[in-house]
């Protein structure tokens, strides 16, 4: 039991210590390529989620470490009746029951929100494509309206609320706030519908860019890692409910990785160009000669090329955020393919590739295409 605490421990804490260093490594990047002004609504969301990540962290050390995975759950009738309220075990199980209704509300906090941040990074891809917002609004509702139905099961499930903790009689089986039937199988379906949701909506966007095949794929890949969660979702809840023994301590443990996948894959998409970059070297690509741009070519309606005025110098992050993208992180017209009335712009670079580069200036930001 000493072993498996200390190994429950060390857990949480590499968990907690990859997830916070991914968050705020994405932060870093997105600053160093927009600054604090340019952030979105996906950026301040993986904040507030580390915040709540670590919360779900300290309960599930107490429930798994200091309440050692006890909760109501798991008693014959006999061991209820010959527990003694003021003993060390009682105690232990009321407040194990209690973390538990504590933690499942954090986990769906934490998984509800690495979907909003995926569809509000969508929303940045697609700000200046209009048709897109509608679905992204829709997905918003229907994690919003799922959170919520979600909550009502896990507060009203159990009624009256008190004996969710209750240790003598036996309250019945779905008082267990660990392995509620209502519960597991409620937040199962409403994580899968909403995660389904929320994966389809890049899909026509990623597939309609302006970009090679194999990047299309790569792209697409990196978004449908999110698909990940599902499955670690339905194995949670198999070894919840085919466990006999300690319901409390698998809820609890398993609750927190889920959610440890959540947040990786999540924000995979975002990090893959800065992963690419440290990995160039071992592939060999810092060896081959960047290529440049000095100035970049509008064609107007007429057909009649012209330079836009200005000039100015990208960041590499600005150019090797994501390949497709404009400068700060959006789809243009341009990477979509399609006829704008003043501009279209293929530069043929390799964005993920290119570290220096010098493109110009557009005043008017709707002909910013990039």
Same mark, same amino acid.
């Given at each position: ?11 949480? %804490? ?28 996906? !950026? ?28 109501? !759950? ?17 105690? $232990? ?22 979907? &909003?941040?995926?569809? &509000? ?6 700000? *200046? ?5 509608? *679905? ?8 919003? +309206? ?41 937040? $199962? ?6 995660? $389904?949701?929320? %994966? ?54 398993? +609750? ?41 070519? &509008? ?28 400068? !700060? ?16 712009? !293929? ?24």
């Amino acid at each position: 039991m000493a072993s498996d605490t200390t190994l429950a421990t060390v857990e949480i %804490f590499v968990l907690l210590g990859i997830s916070t260093a991914i968050i705020v490594l994405r932060t870093y990047v997105r600053m160093t390529a927009v600054g604090w002004e340019g952030l979105w609504a996906d !950026d301040y969301i993986m904040i507030l989620v580390v915040l709540m990540y670590s919360v779900l962290a300290a309960c599930t050390q107490v429930a798994v470490v200091k309440c050692k995975g006890l909760a109501n !759950d798991d008693m014959t009738p006999e061991q209820r009746a010959s527990l003694d309220p003021e003993g060390e075990e009682y105690a $232990l199980r009321v407040l194990g029951a209690k973390i538990e209704i504590v933690s499942r509300v954090l986990y769906l906090v934490v998984l509800w929100m690495t979907k &909003a941040a995926m569809l &509000a990074f969508c929303r940045r891809l697609t700000e *200046r494509l209009g048709k897109y917002k509608k *679905r992204i609004w829709v997905g918003i509702i229907l994690l919003a +309206a799922s959170w919520l139905a979600d909550f009502l099961i896990t507060i009203f499930n159990c009624r009256p609320f008190p004996m969710n903790w209750q240790i003598y009689p036996d309250p019945g089986q779905m008082c267990y706030p660990a392995t509620s039937p209502y519960g597991v199988y409620g937040t $199962l379906s409403l994580n899968i519908l909403t995660s $389904l949701y929320v %994966f389809f909506v890049p899909l026509p966007i990623l597939w309609m860019a302006n970009i090679k095949l194999w990047k299309k794929i790569g792209l697409i890949l990196l978004v449908s890692a999110n698909c990940f969660v599902i499955a670690v979702a339905i194995l949670r809840a198999y070894l919840i409910l085919s466990t006999d023994t300690a319901g409390a301590r698998q809820a609890s443990r398993w +609750a927190y990785r889920v959610c440890f996948v959540a947040v990786v894959t999540t924000n995979l998409p975002l990090l893959f160009p800065l992963l690419r970059r440290w990995m160039s070297p071992v592939m060999k690509e810092s060896h081959r000669e960047p290529r440049r741009i000095k100035t970049i070519t &509008a064609w107007d309606r007429s057909g009649s090329p012209g330079k836009l005025p200005g000039a100015r110098r990208l960041s590499r992050w600005n150019t090797g955020f994501c390949p497709g993208l404009s400068e !700060d992180g959006r789809l243009t017209l341009a990477s979509l393919g399609r006829s704008g009335q003043r501009a279209i712009v !293929d530069t043929g670079i390799d964005c993920a590739s290119s570290d220096d580069i010098e493109m110009e200036e557009v005043e008017d930001p709707v002909r910013e295409m990039v």
